[in-house]
């Protein structure tokens, strides 16, 4: 564009020699300085120049002097427009460094966050971590303890729900510990291997299916997700093993949906609703309220049904 004007520009000065024929050409000269790298702008400006003091000389009177006054006002515009160009290129530099430097104070932040959690992570372990395994080895010898002495069911029953809950205590501490470090924790798309697993361990009949498209979920939500599954599958477990038991993740345009449902003989309308005090089901719900969704469980014709649901 600026040698299409410088152009036009020493054409009009060989037409048309009387007036300011010297601004139109030297306008050419101003954009090649702003725009273009120095080494381009200065063949630009030169051939400009060059071209309007020839048209000038030859057909302006004096023609001397007015082709010295072409390449003087020329060569002002072309050192004003490299100070342009220059300001521009440092602010440029300035916004660029300005970006680095603020990307590398989140990145301290970052790692100085990470660090306090490294620390509390180990003070966890140090203390919450070694108490539980502790109680949980207690409880093993107190259970051995009260199979030889012959006991009553009912302390042996509290004494293997006690040592079931140490165990989930220190398994839940380790993953509290491994998400301060930084580690991944679990999410919907892991209920594959909790049902896998489930059924290795109880041999009941369980089954997992996977009701429109999957997608990514914010990670409190897919969380809480995974942990309800969890409980639920642990209830049953512990108060109506062999139920015969279906997990459903169902993918809603508006919000994500996960159900467990366990079918029995006779169903049962109050073992789970008592199961772990309350206290489980308690956490799944609070646990999905602060993912901004619900949790209900309630018995059904047949067992007992836990629905979870997240936004979408």
């Not at 050419?28 to 090649?32: D, E, F, L, T």
């Not at 990145?107 to 100085?112: K, M, Q, T, V, Y």
């Not at 966890?124 to 259970?143: F, T």
């Not at 969380?223 to 969890?230: E, M, N, V, W, Y």
């Given at each position: 564009m600026s040698l299409l004007i410088g152009g036009a520009g020493v054409a009009l000065a060989a037409l048309q020699p009387n007036g300011p024929v010297e601004i139109a050409a030297s306008l050419?000269?101003?954009?090649?300085a702003v725009r273009l790298a120095p080494v381009p702008a200065a063949a630009v400006a030169g051939a400009i120049t060059i071209g309007l003091a020839t048209a000038v000389g030859l057909t302006a009177h004096p023609a001397v002097q007015s082709a010295i006054t072409a390449t003087l006002l020329c060569l002002l515009l072309a050192v004003t427009g490299q100070f342009i160009r220059r300001g521009?290129?440092?602010q440029d530099h300035a916004e660029l460094?300005?970006?680095?430097?603020?990307?590398?104070?989140?990145?301290?932040?970052?790692?100085?966050?990470?660090?306090?959690r490294s620390r509390i992570a180990g003070e966890?372990?140090?203390?919450?971590?070694?108490?539980?395994?502790?109680?949980?080895?207690?409880?093993?010898?107190?259970?051995k303890l009260a199979v030889r002495e012959a006991v009553s069911q009912g302390l042996r029953a509290a004494i293997e729900r006690s040592a079931e809950l140490a165990r989930s205590g220190l398994a839940d501490a380790r993953q509290a510990v491994g998400a301060l470090r930084g580690e991944r924790l679990p999410t919907?798309?892991?209920?594959?291997?909790?049902?896998?697993?489930?059924?290795?361990d109880t041999g009941a009949d369980a089954?997992?299916?996977?009701?429109?498209?999957?997608?990514?979920?914010?990670?409190?939500?897919?969380?809480?997700?995974?942990?309800?599954?969890?409980?639920?599958?642990?209830?049953?477990?512990?108060?109506?093993?062999?139920a015969v038991t279906a997990v459903t993740v169902t993918y809603r345009a508006d919000r994500t949906v996960v159900t467990i449902e366990d079918r029995v003989s006779v169903p049962q309308t109050t073992?789970?609703?008592?199961?772990?005090?309350?206290?489980?089901?308690?956490?799944?719900r609070e646990r999905a309220a602060r993912a901004g969704g619900t949790a209900r469980a309630g018995p059904t014709a047949h067992g007992w049904l836990v629905e979870l649901e997240v936004p979408a």
């Open positions: 050419g000269v101003w954009i090649a521009r290129e440092s460094l300005l970006a680095q430097l603020q990307d590398a104070r989140e990145g301290e932040a970052e790692a100085a966050a990470l660090a306090e966890l372990h140090d203390v919450l971590a070694h108490s539980l395994s502790g109680l949980a080895i207690q409880l093993q010898g107190a259970r919907v798309d892991q209920l594959t291997s909790l049902v896998d697993d489930f059924r290795r089954t997992l299916r996977v009701d429109g498209e999957s997608r990514s979920l914010p990670a409190e939500a897919s969380l809480a997700l995974f942990r309800g599954a969890q409980e639920a599958l642990t209830n049953i477990a512990r108060y109506v093993p062999g073992t789970l609703a008592g199961a772990g005090g309350g206290h489980g089901l308690a956490a799944v």
